[in-house]
């Protein structure tokens, strides 16, 4: 299958400090897509991305197909950001139908 | 919040017990999956269902079967617990298989411990 990589592992954010997390992924997809899990263990979807770029408030992604790679980026973090940011592709090259996660970023953003 | 909801919350069950975790949507959605997450592995596809009766493997389907009879219900079983179970599921539903501007919804997860 798709292997997906995702870095750093962990990071520890001031409030008001920007972020960017990585995902790597192993062959080209056709579905990527990026989650939060909150402290609550709650997953939510916040792009979908397989390629492009999008904005959603104070976050936004950005995936380079061609080379493999999507970039999450947080700015002006907040308290509530806190959580695992998990990046998903495609299970394998012949179905876009199940996600592949990768380990996640774990963030902490102290007040 | 959409409608997809997990039962049970919480479950302790002893080891060789036969275990049902139930995932229900109300959204008609056809593409439905089971994860599990545990520390150090992020999340784990179990088995999907692309429509009623159309189920297939994921990476760590050993020791689990899924049944879907109805479009709303997913079920899945693990035929005798073990310790290696304990963890927690999610549901999660689909539109279109993801494949799209809608991506996934996920439930609020079941945690298992197998004692």
């Known amino acids: 299958g798709i292997q997906v990589e995702q870095s750093p592992p962990d990071l520890i954010l001031q409030e008001g400090a920007n972020s960017t997390l990585r995902c790597n992924f192993s062959?080209?997809?056709?579905?990527l897509q990026w989650f939060h899990q909150n402290p609550w263990g709650q997953l939510i979807n916040l792009f979908y991305?397989?390629?492009g770029t999008k904005q959603n408030g104070r976050l936004s992604a950005t995936t380079v197909a061609t080379e493999r790679y999507s970039l999450l980026y947080i700015s002006s973090s907040q308290t509530t950001d806190s959580g695992v940011y998990f990046c998903?592709?495609?299970?394998?090259?012949?179905?876009?139908?199940?996600?592949?996660f990768g380990k996640g970023t774990s963030l902490l953003v102290t007040p | 919040d959409a409608g997809i909801t997990q039962s049970p919350r919480h479950k302790v069950t002893e080891t060789g017990t036969p275990v049902t975790l139930r995932c229900h949507q109300t959204?008609?959605?056809?593409?439905m999956y089971w994860y599990r997450q545990d520390p150090g592995h992020g999340l784990r596809l179990i088995h999907y269902?692309?429509?009623?009766?159309?189920?297939d493997k994921g990476e760590v389907s050993d020791g689990y079967s899924v049944s879907r009879s109805k479009t709303e219900d997913f079920l899945l079983t693990l035929e005798s617990a073990t310790s290696s179970q304990t963890s927690v599921y999610f549901c999660?539903?689909?539109?279109?298989?993801?494949?799209?501007?809608?991506?996934?919804?996920f439930g609020s997860g079941t945690r298992l411990t197998v004692v």
């Open positions: 269902s692309y429509g009623v009766k159309d189920t």
């Open positions: 991305i397989p390629s």
């Open positions: 062959d080209s997809v056709n579905n």
């Open positions: 999660a539903i689909s539109e279109s298989g993801g494949a799209s501007n809608y991506g996934y919804t």
């Open positions: 959204e008609n959605h056809r593409y």
């Open positions: 998903a592709v495609d299970l394998n090259s012949n179905s876009g139908y199940a996600l592949n």
